[in-house]
Every structure is written in C-alpha cells, then in structure tokens.
C-alpha cells in the first residue's frame, strides 16, 4: 500500500503550525473569539452569526479542501467552528439545524472530541439516546473522558426513565378509572410535565405526555398536541413521523376511536416516502 500522505502523518501541532501561518486563519480565530463573546452573553444569533463568518474566513485559507500538509488542522478547525454553530442553534432551538451543523463538524473531522461531544449533546437533546451513547463512546475513547463518562450516564438513566414511563403508562391504562390510580396518573403527570420544560426538544417525551393526556381522558389535548407535531418538520426525520402517527393512533384508540386509530397506527408502520 503507498504511504499515507503527509498531512496524515504529520503531528497535530506541527500541522496547526503551518495552518496558522495564513491570514485566514487568524481572521477566523478572532470572528470565532468574538462568537464566544457573545454565546457567554447568551446572544445565541449573534453568536452563531460570528461563527458563520468563521467558517466563511477559514474558508478563504489556501488549505481548504486541500490534502498538502497542515490541511488536517483546517478541517479540525472547520470542524469546531461547526461545533459552535451547532451549540448556538441547540440554544435557539433550532434542532434540525444544529442536528446538520454537529453532523457536518463529524465529516470534517471524525475523531474531535469537541465535534463528538456536540454531536452526542444534540442527540441526546433529541431523544436519541442509542445514537448519542455511541458518540460519547468515541469521545471518550478520542481523549473526552471525563464528559464522555457523563454522557452514558445521563444516556442510561433518561433510557431507564423512558422505561419506567412506559411501564406506569401501561399500568394506568389497566387501572382506568380506579380511585387508586388517581395519585399515580398526577404524580406521573408531574414528572413529565418537569421533564418536558427540561429537555424541550425531545419528541419521546411529548409523545409519552400525549398518551398521558389520553388516559387522563384529555382527547382533545392530546390530539392537538399530536397533531402539531405532525405539522412540523423535525430534525430526527422519517422517525418523527412514524412516532407521532403511532402516538396519534394511541390516542384514537383510547378514546374509541377505532377505524381512524387503525389508520394512523398502520401509517406509523409503513415505509418512510423517499
């Protein structure tokens, strides 16, 4: 097999070295600088707006899209630009967004523990814990282990959560209407309602909230809420769909209604369109 190229061999730092010497490579770490300043201001847009122009800057080093030798530290810095613009559109809530932003730092470079954690971070914000468990995973094994340990945790525990959510859900819709089960649907209620304002963007839990609202016999709650997500474009794609007509379907059949709950539980299963 031929030799890797230089740039691959290279030491990191040996690469940054020769990286920096450009202009556009400090014209993008001072936009980049001036980002922060304003993400630690918590002005998100204007953050993510100097780290757009970041990436444009870097984008004029005449290593860009080369493989000659310190091009490797252009893709790494263009993959923590991209990291920041992720963890500025996460803040606006602009999931989908943040969710092509983290993927793209991946692309440029897969092995960053800043690209892995913000990728894992959106995920996880998501609800997508088997995906981000992954991403902390190579985090930690990239060097991140510390936050790469915290992230499996809070993976494990928000899965044991959803589980133990499913299991009371069942268990209510058992019980119905018995005077004991009064307690368990508010106290379950409660814990969703709390963990929704927390993870804002996590569709498995609104999803689990619209089922609650069936059992408590709030149909017309839970349809709207159904139907709203189903109104919106989301960042975890096909998977969106078939959760909320699933969901939706759920909620149909609770209340009885049963030829249109069939309709929309089948539409949960059918193939995405491409």
């Not at 000659?68 to 809530?93: D, E, F, H, I, M």
Request: overall charge neutral.
């Amino acid at each position: 097999a031929p030799p890797p190229p230089a740039a691959d061999r290279m030491s990191a730092a040996a690469a940054e070295a020769i990286a920096a010497a450009a202009p556009a490579w400090k014209s993008a770490d001072e936009l980049k600088g001036w980002g922060n300043g304003k993400y630690e201001a918590m002005d998100y847009g204007a953050a993510l707006a100097f780290y757009q122009r970041a990436l444009g800057a870097l984008g004029a080093h005449p290593l860009w899209l080369s493989v000659a030798p310190g091009s490797s530290a252009v893709r790494s810095r263009a993959a923590s630009y991209r990291a920041n613009c992720a963890a500025a559109l996460t803040q606006l809530g602009r999931m989908a967004e943040a969710l092509r932003e983290a993927e793209a730092a991946l692309h440029e470079d897969g092995v960053l523990p800043k690209a892995l954690l913000r990728a894992a971070h959106v995920y996880m914000s998501l609800g997508e814990y088997s995906r981000a468990s992954e991403l902390y995973e190579r985090a930690a094994a990239a060097g991140a282990a510390a936050d790469g340990a915290s992230g499996l945790r809070m993976c494990a525990e928000s899965e044991r959560e959803m589980t133990r959510v499913g299991v009371e859900l069942a268990a209510l819709r058992r019980a119905g209407a018995q005077c004991g089960a009064r307690s368990a649907y508010h106290e379950l209620s409660a814990r969703l309602e709390a963990s929704c304002r927390r993870c804002a963007h996590n569709a498995t839990l609104r999803a689990r909230k619209a089922e609650l609202l069936a059992v408590g016999g709030r149909f017309s709650e839970a349809r709207s809420l159904c139907e709203e997500a189903l109104a919106t474009p989301d960042a975890s794609g096909p998977s969106h769909g078939a959760l909320w007509c699933y969901t939706l379907g759920r909620v149909l059949y609770d209340e009885g209604e049963l030829v249109p709950a069939a309709e929309r539980l089948g539409g949960a299963l059918a193939p995405p369109r491409t």
